[in-house]
């Protein structure tokens, strides 16, 4: 069964770090391209950085860059994405996506496994 959960979510101060997880489970996520969304109340999901399956490049959108780094630990079959200086509006659920495109995608639409994402509330 195909399955992806996500993990490391949590209550942070702004300026905090958390550390966000993506464990696959009856496939290898090493083969997929895996991205990172996230979905605040009443905003529309977002991307915020993918990590390609064809060659572990990496991208991450302009409002986290320097901030967030993703990264895939295929003996774990997991993916992570390390936040720094969490900001208030970082605040969201953040789910892991995987899809069979080669390139990284930040686009949701393209993505055909979902993860039930991991709440993440920054406090000012």
């Known amino acids: 069964q195909v399955q992806l959960v996500e993990s490391g979510g949590g209550l942070v101060q702004s300026g905090g770090s958390l550390r966000l997880s993506c464990a696959a489970s009856g496939f290898t996520l090493g083969h997929y391209t895996v991205g990172w969304f996230r979905q605040a109340p009443g905003k529309e999901r977002e991307g915020v950085s993918c990590?390609?399956?064809?060659?572990?490049?990496?991208y991450n959108v302009d409002s986290v860059k320097g901030r967030f780094t993703i990264s895939r630990d295929n003996a774990k079959n997991t993916v992570y994405l390390q936040m720094n200086s969490l900001k208030p509006e970082d605040t969201a659920v953040y789910y892991c996506?995987?899809?069979?495109?080669?390139?990284?995608?930040?686009?949701?639409?393209?993505?055909?496994?979902w993860g039930r994402g991991t709440q993440v509330t920054v406090s000012s």
């Open positions: 996506a995987t899809t069979s495109v080669t390139i990284c995608t930040v686009v949701p639409g393209l993505y055909d496994y």
């Open positions: 990590i390609s399956g064809s060659n572990d490049i990496t």
